[in-house]
């Protein structure tokens, strides 16, 4: 069975910074290009980032491009994203998903990132 | 820079047909953007319904449908049921691995 666990959601001060993590078990993490994707209370979703299954490319959101960075430890079927300078619109919930055929077709629990002073 | 457009609300009677649809503010969608759909209810995680243009993700029951239609994409649920009650999302894929999601249609079986 196919599981996404995400963790490092936190309450920080504008300007920080955090990793997240995101846990993949059940399948052959290696093989499939992964994503994050967050939803700010009451909106909608938004793509933020994805990395190939070698982590060779990734891709970013203009919103995140250079404040954002993904990455991924194929050894240790775990997915992460680097977020800096952190601003109060970076408050979501943020979901990590499994890339399959140019859509993601699983996807974890999410885990809370609040932004404020 | 484009947008990906959702209708921002619809409604369908139980038993009745909707169809989603998922357009662009330039240009039209195609098999090439590869869309793909997702159901959202509150406090959950998105479920994948569609991905290809118009391949059913493992689950979902043929009572939901992708295509294009004209120039847009479409998700048609037919014989609506009280739990599809949801908010839909398409998504786009843009070429060099960027991937827009549209702003989501809220369905609401009444």
């Known amino acids: 069975e196919v599981q996404l666990l995400e963790s490092g959601g936190d309450l920080l001060q504008p300007g920080g910074s955090l990793r997240l993590s995101c846990a993949a078990s059940?399948?052959?993490?290696?093989?499939?290009?992964m994503s994050w994707v967050r939803q700010a209370p009451g909106k909608g979703l938004e793509w933020v980032s994805s990395i190939s299954g070698s982590g060779t490319n990734t891709y970013y959101a203009d919103s995140v491009k250079g404040r954002f960075t993904i990455s991924r430890d194929n050894s240790k079927n775990t997915l992460y994203v680097q977020v800096n300078s952190l601003r109060a619109e970076d408050t979501a919930v943020y979901y990590c998903?499994?890339?399959?055929?140019?859509?993601?077709?699983?996807w974890g629990q999410g885990t809370l990132v609040t932004v404020s002073s | 820079q484009t947008v990906v457009t959702q209708e921002p609300s619809l409604s369908v009677s139980p038993g009745g047909t909707v169809t989603l649809t998922c357009g662009l503010t330039s240009g039209s969608v195609s098999t090439s953007y590869y869309p793909s759909w997702y159901q959202q209810t509150p406090g959950q995680a998105p479920r994948t319904l569609i991905y290809s243009t118009n391949t059913r993700s493992s689950g979902v029951p043929d009572r939901f449908s992708g295509s294009i239609l004209g120039n847009r994409a479409a998700l048609t649920i037919t014989g609506a049921q009280a739990d599809d009650e949801s908010d839909y999302y398409c998504?786009?894929?843009?070429?060099?691995?960027?991937?827009?999601f549209g702003g989501g249609t809220k369905l609401t079986v009444l």
């Open positions: 998504v786009l894929s843009m070429g060099s691995g960027i991937r827009v």
């Open positions: 998903a499994r890339i399959h055929q140019d859509s993601f077709d699983y």
């Open positions: 059940g399948f052959t993490f290696s093989k499939y290009g």
